[in-house]
């Protein structure tokens, strides 16, 4: 049997560091009319739809805002601020402007049962 790299198997990939990707998060995109016109509505929902999610994801991870167990999002958001929390303002903004939509409003342990 050979011996030789894995490395050598698969195609390689560059990644970006974390500061180039932060740097460039602030700059407009310029995108050519048919880069635009190929995407499709459905996309930038999705698109908008999984970043919403991340921040609201986080909110539910942050242990600082309180238990979200058995509780909605909203009810979690007011009660940091009640007590003084100072629960990030994107995520209310968020659960106001969506809130007839379950996914939005549900932490991400609403299914499970502990």
């Given at each position: 049997m050979s011996q030789s790299k894995i490395s050598?198997?698969?195609?390689?990939q560059?990644?970006?560091?974390?500061?180039s990707a932060k740097s460039d998060a602030g700059k407009p995109v310029a995108r050519s009319s048919t880069a635009a016109?190929?995407?499709?509505?459905?996309?930038?929902?999705?698109?908008?739809?999984?970043?919403?999610?991340?921040?609201?994801?986080?909110?539910?991870?942050?242990?600082?805002?309180?238990?979200?167990?058995?509780?909605?999002?909203?009810?979690?958001?007011?009660?940091?601020?009640?007590?003084q929390l100072h629960p990030p303002a994107a995520v209310r903004d968020l659960l106001a402007k969506h809130s007839t939509d379950e996914r939005y409003q549900q932490s991400l342990w609403h299914d499970t049962n502990i």
């Open positions: 050598t198997h698969f195609q390689q560059r990644r970006t560091t974390r500061q016109s190929t995407t499709t509505s459905s996309d930038v929902t999705a698109d908008r739809l999984a970043q919403d999610m991340q921040v609201l994801k986080m909110f539910d991870l942050n242990y600082d805002f309180g238990p979200c167990h058995g509780v909605s999002r909203l009810d979690r958001w007011q009660r940091a601020e009640q007590f």
